[in-house]
């Protein structure tokens, strides 16, 4: 794998523990750490967003194969 590719896949990981962690526990991790909409925070999500859709990516690659 890329090193690119695993960033991606990193970012997704914590990016859904964020979200089940605010659909089970009502408790956003990333806000907590960093401040709610803090210029950090928003980073965070930015990547994870990014990270998100290469995704789509390694997942047409996997496909291909």
């Known amino acids: 794998m890329k090193t690119l590719d695993i960033i991606a896949l990193v970012l997704v990981i914590v990016g ?4 089940g962690l605010i659909g089970i526990f ?3 991790l990333v806000a907590t750490l960093f401040g709610a909409m803090s210029l950090v ?3 965070v999500y930015i990547l994870v ?3 998100g859709l290469w995704s789509i990516r390694m997942i047409a690659r996997v496909s291909e194969d």
């Open 26 to 28: 009502n408790f956003d």
């Open 49 to 51: 967003g990014i990270a």
């Open 41 to 43: 925070s928003r980073i």
């Open 16 to 19: 859904a523990a964020n979200w």
